[in-house]
DNA sequence: ATGTTATCCAACAACATGTTGACTTTTTCA
DNA sequence: TGAAAAAGTCAACATGTTGTTGGATAACAT
C-alpha cells in the first residue's frame, strides 16, 4: 500500500474541477452538442490539449462524471444489503437522494431538456440490477415479463421525482422525498393528492 | 381553397421519407451527436444540400419529427376532452398507445440510450397542460407543489413503461398497456407484480 | 407545352477536431 | 534540497464537417 489511496496530483484535481465547473455552468446556457471543446477550454482557461489529456470529448466527460455518481449509489447499496433484502426502501431512498443533493447542479442539466438519456438509462439498469437480484435470491425465478415494466415504471418515474425536486432547488427534506417517493411506488401517485 | 390542402410535391414526400428512414438507422447505430449531414444523406442517397432545404441540423430534424407526434398527441386530446373532464384516463391511454405504436421505431430510439431528453420533456409539458388545465377548472387553483411531483413522477413512468414495451415490439395489445398504465397510476406500480 | 419547383453538383471559406513535439511549471520522493 | 516524473502550455498541422452559393438539370403541376 505504496500510493494506492493516495490522493491524485494537486495540479489534477484543479484542471477536473475548472472543466466540471465549466462544463456545469455550459450546459446550463445551452445543449451538450453546441458544446465545444474549444470553448470549455477557454471558459476554464486553460489549454485546449489539457482536455484531451483527460477525456475523449464532451460526451465523454459527461459519462465520467456520471461514473463518479454511481460509484457513490453503488456504495449506498452496500451499505444498506439487509434493507434490499428486507424490501425496506425508505432509508435506501433517503441515502438517495443525499447523493442526488450533493450533485444537484449536475443531475439538473442530466435531467434537463439539454440533458442525457443515457443517464437516465444507466439508472434503470442500476436499480434493475441490485433490486431484482435480490428479489430472485428470495422468491426463485420470475416468470412473467410484469416486473421489466414495473421497474422501467418505477425508476423513470422517480427520474421524474428528481427532476422536479431539483428544479427546486432541492427545497424538501431528503427524508420528506424519500417519503414521497416511497408512497407513490407503494400506493400508486395519485395517492399524494 | 385553391391549393391549400393540395399534398405537397411527390418529390419532398420522397425526400423526406428517405431522410427520416436513414436517421432512424442511424440512430439505432450511434449517438445523435456522432450523425452527420454527410453520413445522413449518403445513406438516403441524396445531395448534401438538399438536407439543408428542409432542415438546420440533424437536432433539428429529430425536433420536427417529434412535432408530428406531438400533433397526433394534440388531436387525440381534443377527441377525448369530456374523458379528460371526467378523470377517464383509459380510453385516452389507448389511443396514446396506438399513436406510439405507429412510431414504434421512432419512440425506440427517442427514448433509448441515445435518444432525446427534449422529447420526454415535452411530453411531460403536453400532458401537465392538457390534464392540469382541466383539474384546475374544475377543483378550482391548486394550493400546494404535490401536483408537480405527482405530474413528473407519472409521465416519467409512463415513458419508462412506453420505452418497455417498443422494446419489447409492442407485443402487448394497446388495451393491455392502456390497462396496465391506469393500474400502476391509480394502485401503485407495486400492485402490477 | 410551359412555367415552377425540387434536386443535383461543385466549390468555397470558416471552423472544430485530434494529435504532435518542444518547452515551462509543478509535484513527488529519495 | 535536488533530480526525476508528471502536468500543463503553446504553436502548428492535416483532416473532416459545416453551411452556403450559383448554375445546371430533372421532375412536377396545370
Same mark, same amino acid.
Given at each position: 500500500?505504496? #500510493?494506492?489511496?493516495?490522493?491524485?496530483?494537486?495540479?489534477?484535481?484543479?484542471?477536473? #474541477?475548472?472543466?466540471?465547473?465549466?462544463?456545469?455552468?455550459?450546459?446550463? /446556457?445551452? /445543449?451538450?452538442?453546441?458544446?465545444?471543446?474549444?470553448?470549455?477550454?477557454?471558459?476554464?482557461?486553460?489549454?485546449?490539449?489539457?482536455?484531451?489529456?483527460?477525456?475523449?470529448?464532451?460526451?465523454?466527460?459527461?459519462?465520467?462524471?456520471?461514473?463518479?455518481?454511481?460509484?457513490?449509489?453503488?456504495?449506498?447499496?452496500? /451499505?444498506?444489503?439487509?434493507?434490499?433484502?428486507?424490501?425496506?426502501?425508505?432509508?435506501?431512498?433517503?441515502?438517495?437522494? $443525499?447523493?442526488?443533493?450533493?450533485?444537484?447542479?449536475?443531475?439538473?442539466?442530466?435531467?434537463?431538456?439539454?440533458?442525457?438519456?443515457?443517464?437516465? +438509462?444507466?439508472?434503470?439498469?442500476?436499480? +434493475?440490477? #441490485?433490486?431484482?437480484?435480490?428479489?430472485?435470491?428470495?422468491?426463485?425465478?420470475?416468470?412473467?415479463?410484469?416486473?421489466?415494466?414495473?421497474?422501467?415504471?418505477?425508476?423513470?418515474?422517480?427520474?421524474?421525482?428528481? +427532476?422536479?425536486?431539483?428544479?427546486? $432547488?432541492? #427545497?424538501?427534506?431528503?427524508?420528506?422525498?424519500?417519503?414521497?417517493?416511497?408512497?407513490?411506488?407503494?400506493?400508486?401517485?395519485?395517492?399524494?393528492?
Amino acid at each position: 500500500m505504496e #500510493k494506492e489511496n493516495k490522493k491524485e496530483d494537486r495540479r489534477v484535481r484543479r484542471t477536473r #474541477k475548472l472543466l466540471t465547473q465549466a462544463l456545469t455552468e455550459l450546459m446550463q /446556457q445551452k /445543449q451538450i452538442k453546441d458544446i465545444t471543446v474549444t470553448e470549455l477550454t477557454e471558459k476554464a482557461d486553460m489549454n485546449r490539449g489539457t482536455f484531451y489529456l483527460y477525456y475523449r470529448d464532451v460526451f465523454d466527460m459527461i459519462d465520467k462524471i456520471e461514473d463518479e455518481m454511481f460509484n457513490g449509489l453503488d456504495r449506498i447499496f452496500a /451499505q444498506h444489503s439487509e434493507d434490499v433484502a428486507s424490501n425496506q426502501t425508505e432509508p435506501i431512498l433517503i441515502d438517495l437522494f $443525499s447523493l442526488i443533493e450533493e450533485n444537484q447542479e449536475m443531475c439538473r442539466v442530466l435531467l434537463s431538456p439539454h440533458g442525457d438519456m443515457n443517464f437516465l +438509462h444507466r439508472l434503470n439498469e442500476v436499480m +434493475h440490477d #441490485k433490486f431484482l437480484n435480490t428479489w430472485v435470491e428470495l422468491r426463485g425465478p420470475l416468470k412473467d415479463n410484469a416486473f421489466d415494466y414495473y421497474y422501467s415504471f418505477a425508476v423513470f418515474g422517480c427520474a421524474g421525482l428528481i +427532476h422536479a425536486w431539483v428544479n427546486r $432547488s432541492c #427545497k424538501e427534506s431528503t427524508e420528506e422525498m424519500a417519503k414521497l417517493a416511497d408512497r407513490m411506488l407503494r400506493r400508486g401517485s395519485l395517492s399524494v393528492i
